[in-house]
């Protein structure tokens, strides 16, 4: 990864969740995605197992959320009552999945499985809303250095099998990009973490929204449709993230 680096090229390491209340959000999120609760501090708290990019920091935020989730999971269930018994609600069961909302996580869209093709690890993707999805997806196919997928409707990076770590990128599942009418507005409560050089980022196109400080020890940067992600040197911890 480091001859890489001055590409702008990163390695997924982390998803984070911006949420209301700690608790009621690891009661949701911990059953839902198959996590266990590995630490918990004032403003943060984690969820994970095993894997390491398995890891899902819950960041307490103070503002509540205002519009649709621009950035949402998707994510394999046994049945839609299993969601519904931890308090989210049907939106939509009109397609082949159903979309919920609950009061922590906001939108999010469960796809049915057959007991054989559920892992323990619940998330089966990440759906990014975009203006120009093809645009979007292409430069964090070469920030991912792996191929951008696309089936005439819709655009999207693979993830490694069964739920594990992809070799090149990281990414334990898929990375969707979805065509929306509508323009970003707010800050996005759901933003994933990558390891690389902030310096070659930049130079690829990022916008630098936060340098590293005695506070954090990352750096917050947005995509070139203005999606929040954060950048830590390869090998550094993650220690949940604030508001950019």
Request: glycine residues 8%; contains cysteine.
């Given at each position: 990864m480091a001859d890489d680096h001055g590409a702008g090229r990163v390695r997924f390491k982390d998803l984070c969740?911006?949420?209301?209340d700690l608790?009621?959000?690891?009661?949701?999120?911990?059953?839902?995605?198959?996590?266990?609760?590995?630490?918990?501090?004032?403003?943060?708290?984690?969820?994970?197992?095993d894997v390491a990019e398995h890891a899902v920091w819950l960041n307490l935020v103070p503002e509540p959320r205002t519009v649709k989730n621009r950035v949402h999971l998707?994510?394999?269930?046994?049945?839609?009552?299993?969601?519904?018994?931890?308090?989210?609600?049907?939106?939509?069961a009109s397609q082949p999945w159903t979309v919920l909302t609950q009061d922590q996580a906001g939108e999010l869209c469960?796809?049915?499985?057959?007991?054989?093709?559920?892992?323990?690890?619940?998330?089966?993707?990440?759906?990014?809303?975009?203006?120009?999805?093809?645009?979007?997806?292409?430069?964090?196919?070469e920030r991912f250095g792996?191929?951008?997928?696309?089936?005439?409707?819709?655009?999207?990076?693979?993830?490694?099998?069964d739920g594990r770590p992809a070799t090149t990128s990281g990414l334990p599942w898929e990375l969707v990009f979805a065509a929306v009418p509508e323009r970003k507005r707010v800050k996005n409560r759901v933003h994933f973490d990558v390891e690389g050089s902030t310096a070659a980022l930049l130079?690829?196109?990022?916008?630098?929204?936060?340098?590293?400080?005695?506070?954090?020890?990352?750096?917050v940067l947005a995509d070139p449709e203005g999606n929040e992600f954060c950048v830590f040197a390869p090998g550094k911890g993650g220690a949940g993230n604030p508001r950019p």
């Open positions: 969740v911006d949420v209301g608790d009621a959000a690891a009661a949701f999120f911990g059953p839902l995605l198959g996590l266990e609760q590995q630490e918990r501090r004032d403003a943060v708290l984690l969820l994970g197992d998707d994510v394999d269930v046994a049945a839609v009552d299993d969601v519904l018994a931890l308090d989210a609600r049907v939106l939509d469960v796809f049915v499985r057959p007991p054989d093709r559920l892992r323990p690890y619940r998330l089966y993707e990440l759906v990014v809303d975009c203006a120009d999805p093809w645009a979007v997806g292409a430069w964090w196919a792996v191929e951008l997928q696309d089936d005439g409707e819709v655009v999207w990076l693979d993830g490694g099998p130079e690829a196109g990022a916008t630098l929204l936060r340098a590293q400080d005695d506070e954090v020890a990352w750096d």
